[in-house]
T-cell receptor, first 113, second 116 residues
Framework: SQQGEEDPQALSIQEGENATMNCSYK?????LQWYRQNSGRGLVHLIL?????REKHSGRLRVTLDTSKKSSSLLITASRAADTASYFC?????????????FGEGTQLTVNP | GAVVSQHPSRVICKSGTSVKIECRSL??????MFWYRQFPKQSLMLMAT?????????EQGVEKDKFLINHASLTLSTLTVTSAHPEDSSFYIC????????????FGDGTRLSIL
């Protein structure tokens, strides 16, 4: 079952603005991952943050993790039209086996040129 | 980065047909592969987990006789949708991982299955 909830469900911004997406989960995790999906395509891994990490950066991406609140955020800075996609968080739960991931419902990001 | 190739990308066939989807890891050994189903504008729903050389583990509510999974080698897993019906129409996505903890999954590009 899906345990992740993301908000907002949809986000529309102008090119150059920052985009922030949030994810909440319910159980204890080993790590949390963010993926991107272009329409009709597979998922692309963006960033993985371990349960003992609080913040991680990769290029224009910044991910935070608050295990006390069971939440994470993904910030995309200086957005581009090419960032338009759906973004999913996924958790690797402590009680699940073999790298099994539970995906959130996703945020549809639209970056207008 | 690690590459997973999924074929075919699109299938349109008549009701009652069986359809096989292949998922290959091209540059790494996928000890574990996952099969997901995704409906429009929804998240991924895990159908089953397969480990090389052993039987797949199916999620609750997924019919194992309907969705046959074979993971015969470290680089290939197949999903066969048997006697497909219109309600099986969906987007099917596979992923693979080397199986070590704290490793991302690497996804194929998905298969759009349309049953007429």
């Amino acid at each position: 079952s899906q345990q992740g909830e993301e908000d907002p469900q949809a986000l529309s911004i102008q090119e150059g603005e920052n985009a922030t997406m949030n994810c909440s989960y319910k159980t204890s995790i080993n790590n949390l991952q963010w993926y991107r999906q272009n329409s009709g395509r597979g998922l692309v891994h963006l960033i993985l943050i371990r349960s003992n990490e609080r913040e991680k950066h990769s290029g224009r991406l910044r991910v935070t993790l608050d295990t006390s609140k069971k939440s994470s955020s993904l910030l995309i800075t200086a957005s581009r039209a090419a960032d338009t996609a759906s973004y999913f968080c996924a958790t690797d739960g402590v009680e699940t086996s073999g790298s099994r991931l539970t995906f959130g419902e996703g945020t549809q990001l639209t970056v207008n040129p | 980065g690690a590459v997973v190739s999924q074929h075919p990308s699109r299938v349109i066939c008549k009701s009652g047909t069986s359809v096989k989807i292949e998922c290959r890891s091209l540059d790494f050994q996928a000890t574990t592969m996952f099969w997901y189903r995704q409906f429009p504008k929804q998240s991924l729903m895990l159908m089953a987990t397969s480990n090389e050389g052993s039987k797949a583990t199916y999620e609750q509510g997924v019919e194992k006789d309907k969705f046959l999974i074979n993971h015969a080698s470290l680089t290939l897993s197949t999903l066969t949708v048997t006697s497909a019906h219109p309600e099986d129409s969906s987007f099917y996505i596979c992923s693979g991982t080397g199986g070590q903890g704290n490793q991302p999954q690497h996804f194929g590009d998905g298969t759009r299955l349309s049953i007429l």
